[in-house]
Nanobody, 115 residues
């Protein structure tokens, strides 16, 4: 069983920054894609950013240029650096890891951006 543990969420003012971390219980090399999703109250869960095993990244249009995803394979960790945060970025952020048809989720970390 794969475990993903997120950290780094919190309360920040608009324009501020946060860095989320997600530590996996096994090597990042074992996953095809790792990334971050978010879910705001009353809304569906949506993709924020993903990175493939080949280091290809993909971002939601709403965060492009403000957020950066990266992975440290030596620490089994994927990061999400979030800059220029906006109130609409408020959500629970979930780490996700996929290998072929298997998908794993973390428990989520709350990010709240005040105006």
């Amino acid at each position: 069983q794969v475990q993903l543990v997120e950290s780094g969420g919190g309360l920040v003012q608009a324009g501020g920054s946060l860095r989320l971390s997600c530590v996996a219980s096994r090597s990042m090399f074992s996953f095809n894609v790792v990334g971050w999703y978010r879910q705001a109250p009353g809304k569906q869960r949506e993709l924020v950013a993903v990175v493939t095993s080949g280091e290809t990244t993909n971002y939601a249009d709403s965060v492009e240029g403000r957020f950066t995803i990266s992975r440290d394979n030596t620490k089994n960790t994927v990061y999400l650096q979030m800059n220029s945060l906006k109130p609409e970025d408020t959500a629970v952020y979930y780490c996700n890891a996929r290998k072929y048809t298997s998908a794993y989720w973390g428990q989520g970390t709350q990010v709240t951006v005040s105006s």
